[in-house]
């Protein structure tokens, strides 16, 4: 079955500030990759998904991912951040053509510096 | 439109009670699912339906039944609430389109159990 690692548990950045969030995946087939953002006391919104193609997705509230195969990860950008972006970052695989078997990453969370 | 909805929102229990969360989605979803969330432990599979009539054990099933009650709706059962049971639980719902999915999640239950 596939899986997700997210290396950092918490991360805090500067309003203003450029940010990178990790991802790496384990999957034997093409893995279909998400990224959702969780706010406090919220549910789970998709912030940007990858299936084929372009490997730069581009995605919600100025966000982006880059899929590298090689290296097995999809890291999540963003040029400058803004306070309103402090939530918690989940990391998706799942497989293709098969909604039903999905694996979140244990979760990133941001906090914003102002 | 509403998406996905949960009730209740927050819920306390004793040892040895039952209970039983309510999902509802009004996308037409051929799919739903039961997660629970634990702080370091991202989204947790317990039970999902492919479709209307079926259900699947997930990652986490062990105490928790489940009813897919018609399209719309999915509930998750406790028959007798432990104490490693508190979490939040996440309802989500999921329809494959070509060859892209993603999954819609409700607000969430908050579950004490003590």
């Known amino acids: 079955a596939q899986s997700v690692t997210q290396p950092d548990i918490h991360i805090t950045v500067s309003e203003g500030a450029s940010l990178e969030l990790r991802c790496n995946y384990s999957?034997?087939?093409?893995?279909?990759l998400f990224w959702y953002v969780q706010s406090p006391g919220q549910g789970l919104q998709l912030l940007l998904k990858y299936f084929s193609g372009d490997t730069l997705v581009q995605g919600i509230k100025g966000f982006e991912a880059e899929f590298k195969r090689s290296q097995s990860s999809f890291n999540l950008r963003k040029p400058s951040v803004h306070w309103s972006d402090a939530a918690e970052y989940f990391c998706a695989v799942g497989a293709m053509y098969n909604n039903n078997d999905m694996r979140f990453g244990a979760g990133t969370r941001l906090t914003v510096k102002p | 439109n509403a998406g996905v909805t949960q009730t209740p929102k927050f819920q306390v229990l004793k040892t040895g009670q039952s209970m039983t969360l309510q999902c509802a989605q009004d996308?037409?979803?051929?799919?739903m699912y039961w997660y629970r969330q634990d702080p370091g432990m991202g989204l947790r599979l317990i039970y999902y339906s492919a479709s209307e009539g079926t259900t699947d054990k997930g990652e986490v099933p062990n105490g928790y039944n489940v009813s897919r009650l018609n399209k719309r709706e999915f509930s998750l059962r406790l028959e007798s609430a432990a104490p490693s049971q508190t979490s939040v639980y996440f309802c989500a719902s999921s329809e494959v389109r070509g060859i892209a999915y993603e999954q819609y999640f409700g607000p969430g239950t908050r579950l004490t159990v003590t």
């Open positions: 996308m037409n979803h051929n799919s």
């Open positions: 999957y034997g087939a093409t893995p279909y």
